[in-house]
């Protein structure tokens, strides 16, 4: 019986209009502010507060907090899966997230002390595909070997009285990059290296035809 009532609480969840819309939006896999989802549901910026909070307390979306932004997304890929195959029981479409960030900055920029833009969410699927970096942020033997033999000092950086790594949700990309003392080391590299030249008036970095040779050869980005 309790299975039954937590199933009925989140049918119930899901089956109000506004919230149906802000998760089917959410299904592209790209993070939304409220605000954002109160124009995709069609109700005020206080009502979406609302059901956001609604939909957080039955696991259905998380928040990540970036700077002084809040953005929500799918709590996991099991919400994902669920909210799928009630769409295609449905039939109906869902909007892909459309970035309005200007292309240069979207292209690749800082992002504090690490690399953020769409490059930089590619080295972040790269790095996990390969296996060098885990779901929990961690190198594995792989990975340490492949990064201190570009000069990533991974053991002086573990012993930084800061985070390793960890997922840094990106606002233009609205998927994360890598942050922490890993993602300042990469950036380091690629700037030693010259794979990529910061901009003197701007966040944004410029990737050098040596860079995308070499970005490619070692990454797959």
Not at 85 to 104: K, N, Q, S, Y
Not at 141 to 150: D, F, N, S
């Amino acid at each position: 019986m309790d299975a039954d009532a937590s199933l009925a609480r989140i049918a119930a969840a899901i089956a109000e209009p506004a919230r149906a819309r802000m998760l089917c939006c959410l299904m592209d896999g790209n993070a939304r502010t409220s605000t954002e989802l109160a124009v995709v549901a069609e109700v005020s910026p206080s009502t979406a507060s609302v059901h956001l909070a609604h939909l957080k307390e039955r696991r259905l979306v998380r928040v990540d907090a970036q700077g002084k932004y809040r953005y929500y997304r799918l709590e996991d890929a099991a919400v994902a899966a669920a909210i799928e195959a009630l769409m295609i029981v449905a039939g109906g479409p869902r909007d892909r997230f459309t970035p309005h960030t200007p292309p240069r900055l979207r292209a690749a920029r800082t992002c504090y002390d690490h690399m953020a833009g769409a490059i930089a969410v590619s080295l972040h699927d790269r790095l996990h595909h390969l296996r060098w970096l885990n779901d929990a942020y961690d190198l594995s033997e792989p990975g340490a070997k492949a990064l201190q033999a570009l000069g990533v000092d991974v053991a002086s950086l573990r012993a930084l009285r800061r985070r390793f790594a960890y997922g840094c949700l990106d606002w233009s990309e609205r998927r994360p990059h890598i942050g922490g003392a890993l993602g300042a080391a990469l950036l380091k590299v690629a700037l030693r290296r010259k794979w990529v030249v910061k901009d003197l008036d701007s966040r944004a970095l410029s990737v050098t035809r040596a860079g995308r040779r070499e970005l490619h050869a070692r990454f797959g980005v």
